[in-house]
């Protein structure tokens, strides 16, 4: 069977219009913006409208024009569409095919969401790579968009301070035969035991939604900060490490370390643990808080289109997420 190397061929990424500030929330909550920058990196964050216009699937498609322009490919000419959420437009039907039909597609490609949390970025590019180099499919979108705004309890300070809305995609595609690109490890993994620490219990088949969760405010996410920093950092290091080894190579040859951007102090911890000098890491939780499945494909975004992250470096995301889920990938960009 001839295999193929799998390419980032275009990234893009959207940031809903309205910016709330640390300073913003000191109005509204018992917070400050130096405790929240202190103990989490974060300045600011997105909201996105209620109105419409920038649900997930809205941002997903304005990113997804910037991909394809970067890509220079059609949206017919995309194969599969895989849709990293937890904050889907609906619970039926699946938000990439409402992405499918916001693009004027015609091809019918296979349209998947993918409920992996902060790590469902990660989860996505690391399959459809298994697609791409078995030549079953040629060019995969996929997409890291959340309105997490939407899910979070905006009295509860221990909470809403994190999380922000935005989106971030990439175009993947088989490399040609004179570019070096190719997802050299790969990594996913899950741990169900920690599901306690970050979960919404409340809204599924278990548990609908009563009025009295309304009145309580159960329906948001619940979330142990304590724990999730202790694992996160822990799980981020392990499969950095198991990607490196898989590719045979070593910490000191990775150009840019891309992590999940849950906390500027879980990152630094992180970049410590692996000897990974901090001019090395992308951090922008400062601008956009934690968007969940969003964050590497935006950071990722953000430094190829500034320059710093360049055709042929070797990049590493890093993401862990709820559930516990957690995965890695190594690809020479
Ligand atoms: C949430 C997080 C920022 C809290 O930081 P922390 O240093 O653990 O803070 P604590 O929870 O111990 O709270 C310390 C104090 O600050 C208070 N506090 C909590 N939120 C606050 C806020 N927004 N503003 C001001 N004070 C706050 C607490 O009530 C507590 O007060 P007390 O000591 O009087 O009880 C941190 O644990 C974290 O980022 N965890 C990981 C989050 C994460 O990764 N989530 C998963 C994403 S995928």
């Not at 009295?212 to 999730?228: L, P, R």
């Amino acid at each position: 069977m001839k295999l193929y190397n799998t390419r980032i061929k275009g990234t893009g990424m959207y940031i809903p219009k309205n910016r709330v500030t640390n300073i913003d929330l000191e109005k509204t909550i018992e917070t400050s913006d130096e405790w929240i920058f202190e103990r989490t990196g974060i300045r600011a964050r997105h909201i996105a409208s209620t109105e419409g216009g920038e649900w997930p699937s809205d941002m997903a498609y304005h990113a997804t024009l910037q991909a394809l322009e970067a890509a220079k490919l059609a949206p017919n000419d995309i194969d599969m569409i895989l849709f990293a959420s937890v904050t889907p437009d609906f619970k039926l039907p699946n938000t990439a095919t409402v992405l499918q039909t916001k693009l004027g597609m015609t091809n019918q490609c296979a349209s998947l969401d993918i409920a992996a949390a902060c790590s469902g970025f990660v989860y996505g590019l690391n399959m459809a790579d298994g697609l791409i180099r078995t030549g079953v499919m040629k060019n995969i979108l996929i997409v890291g968009s959340e309105m997490l705004s939407r899910e979070v309890n905006w009295t509860d300070r221990s909470i809403c301070i994190l999380f922000g809305d935005g989106c971030g995609v990439a175009i993947v595609g088989r490399a040609e035969e004179d570019e070096d690109s190719a997802i050299l490890g790969a990594c996913l993994t899950a741990d169900g035991t920690g599901k306690e620490f970050f979960d919404q219990p409340i809204g599924g088949a278990v548990h609908p939604i009563e009025p009295h969760h309304i009145a309580e405010g159960s329906h948001f996410m619940q979330m142990k900060g304590k724990e999730m920093f202790k694992v996160a950092t822990r799980t981020l290091a392990q499969n950095a490490r198991t990607v490196i080894e898989q590719a045979g190579l070593t910490l000191d040859d990775v150009n840019w370390l891309v992590p999940h951007q849950a906390n500027v102090r879980i990152i630094e911890t992180t970049g410590k643990l692996l000897g990974i000098p901090p001019e090395k890491v992308i951090i922008n939780i400062d601008k956009y808080g934690n968007t969940s499945a969003a964050t590497i494909p935006i950071a990722f975004h953000e430094a190829v289109i500034d320059g710093r992250i360049k055709r042929g470096d070797l990049v590493l995301f890093d993401a862990f997420g709820a559930g516990l889920t957690a995965g890695a990938t190594l690809f020479r960009y």
